[in-house]
């Protein structure tokens, strides 16, 4: 039987049919939208003098770095938004970010981030943004790394910190002007500005204004004192700086007969080490700033207020670490020491409010002992 032989598409000329091979195209993520980025531009502002503030970078180059950070995703404000709900916040869930500056000072500019989701709700947070990317960047970071520590001894009395990093201003720029550090915290919406006026009183920096009268101004010391001595810690022996009051270190509620007055930490410049509480007694009780040719202290006229800010902030605060008995001793040392000072009527010391408390003590320890039944 002769084999029949398969001609080949060679053979007669056919061309060969080859399989058609479908290609998937290829996939690309699909991003969600971006919400909608609105960059107000930043108007001069001029500090409690009238001097207008230095600007070392063009604040038109500031607005540009500000939309081109909202326009990448993620950022520092989406990671400070998962920081807050404590889960990730897509940028789905986003509708629009509004961004207005809100106050302005030497070093930085303190902006106003409004974002609003696609459900309708808005949330307010604060961008502290520096003027350089030297000097002022390196005091934001290191308030940022304060604000942390401060958050995790007292959460009530300060605002918390929430994510920080550098800003791409200009990459062609020098280092110093090139990128610029910013970190956010949540707005305190029902808080305001604490300033000082001319007087030492306390006033609310933000329209619309309002100044404490001296009594109140008085128990506004006596709790600034406590916040202040609550944050020593008696185990690291570290404590904040004596804060800048005239500068919006603290803010405060407005006065309501209903609600009583709060008190919060929005920025710390340095935390010291090595403080003892004979140190920390002095640090607080000895401090005094200038402001408008004037010194400015942190003690109430009250003995009253003193004892219960002593009381409060290092005794109750630590739990019994520290007796009271242990700060009554170094109040006495602090005032001898003071005694055998040179006196100087043109200059003030706190020697003759130390001396109306311990005159005060008995009775003020009685009245706050608790009474048998």
Known sequence: MTAIKRRSPRDSGDKEVKPVVRRRPTERPIRPALPDIQVAPLGEMRDFWGRKLPRPIAPGRIRTALEKHFSQWP??????????????????????VKVRLFQEGDFQYIFRVSVRRRTGNLLHLAMVVSKDGAKTSKIARGELENLHLLYQREPQFVVQPLQGGMLSVDPSAPPGRAKVFAYFTPWLTTLHELGVDRRLNFYINELPFHTFRPAASDIIRGKLLSILFGYWDPTSQKAMAPPQIASGDFVISRPHNSKPMRLCLIACRKILSAISLADCL?????????WANQVFHFLPKEPQLLYEAL?????????GIIAWEHVEQELKNYVEELARKPADSSEWSPLPALRRLLGALPKLKAASRPTSK
């Open 75 to 96: 950022n520092l404000l989406s990671q400070s938004l998962d920081q807050l709900y404590k889960r990730p916040a897509p940028v789905s869930e986003l509708d629009e």
């Open 311 to 319: 009381h409060q902030g290092l005794v109750v605060k630590n739990n």
């Open 282 to 290: 002095r640090l607080y009780l000895g401090y005094q700033g200038e």
